[in-house]
């Protein structure tokens, strides 16, 4: 019998007038999973910014599930940065997911600005001597693609958590072992905060390679194979995915995994049906998700 697990959600600021509505509603049904937390991603060279925090003022004002404010460095100087701190601190954000970032797409590697902060742990060190913030930072079960080795990785893993991290959120994965190994690897490596999986259901199996090519993510062939000839067919889709997902967990939840962090791609339907498949009930006395899919029907 499993523990009834934790998890959390990631969403992406919208661009548009309809995304706004769109977004409104997932965060709403959302809500309802008495989540840990709820995060808004930050565009790469803080491109997103005023939407993210258009955001995370939003769902403060709304949820009861904390909320948690992404942010990177890269692009940005130290007083950039810092000023969306402060900002985020005046709008009621207490948590930061805090990031390195992704090199400009001109560029082939990392090089922080005049005056920008060097790495992540950097940034962390910088944000716990600014307020007492919660912050989580990023982990890579199959090792980021710019470091040098997995001893690297874990060596940079372990610097973000000295200087004031206090959990790590990995990048996806698809097969359970990827994991469990990975933990085993941190825990040798004096790394013992919370390390929660990250998850992505696959939407869009062409999309989901795309994304996994950028960050090193193996895509099994097996799982290729299951969504082949579903173009056309997106609630069969949908519903090989929730399925997918949810095995996956609960074969992480067999080696004692509680935690979750799902990448929601702001498709709300897909978390409902991993969660509810997972034991999670809504906390409110209706679906809010069925109520609202019923509504717009």
């Not at 702001?266 to 409902?272: D, F, H, Q, S, Y």
Request: aromatic share 8%.
């Amino acid at each position: 019998m499993h523990r009834q697990p934790r998890v959390s959600f990631e969403l992406f600021p919208p661009a548009t007038p309809a995304g706004w509505a769109g977004f409104v509603d997932t965060v709403d049904q959302l809500d309802h999973l008495d989540g840990a937390f709820m995060s808004v991603t930050y565009g790469a060279g803080g491109t997103s910014q005023e939407r993210t925090l258009r955001a995370l003022e939003a769902m403060t004002a709304c949820c009861t599930t904390p909320v948690a404010g992404h942010l990177t460095c890269a692009g940005s100087n130290r007083t950039e940065v810092m000023t969306v701190v402060d900002a985020y601190a005046a709008a009621g954000v207490k948590h930061i997911v805090a990031l390195r970032g992704d090199p400009p797409r001109d560029s082939s590697a990392f090089q922080p600005p005049p005056d920008g902060f060097p790495s992540a742990a950097h940034l962390v060190s910088a944000i716990a001597q600014r307020g007492s913030f919660d912050i989580s930072v990023a982990a890579y079960p199959e090792v980021h693609p710019e470091a040098a080795s997995l001893a690297d990785d874990l060596d940079n893993l372990k610097r973000k958590i000295d200087a004031g991290a206090r959990r790590a959120i990995t990048q996806f994965f698809f097969e359970p072992d990827t994991f469990l190994r990975f933990r085993d690897q941190a825990a040798a490596a004096g790394i013992h905060v919370p390390i929660i999986p990250g998850i992505l259901p696959v939407v869009n199996l062409k999309r989901t390679i795309e994304m996994a090519s950028t960050c090193a993510t193996h895509v099994p062939p097996w799982l290729t194979s299951l969504f082949d000839g579903l173009d056309d067919a997106p609630e069969i889709r949908a519903l090989i995915s929730a399925t997918v997902t949810a095995e996956l967990c609960t074969r992480l939840q067999d080696q004692g995994i509680d935690r979750f962090h799902f990448y929601t791609l702001n498709r709300p339907e897909l978390a409902w049906a991993i969660c509810r498949m997972l034991g999670l009930r809504s906390t409110s006395s209706h679906s809010g998700y069925i109520q609202t899919s019923v509504a717009s029907a």
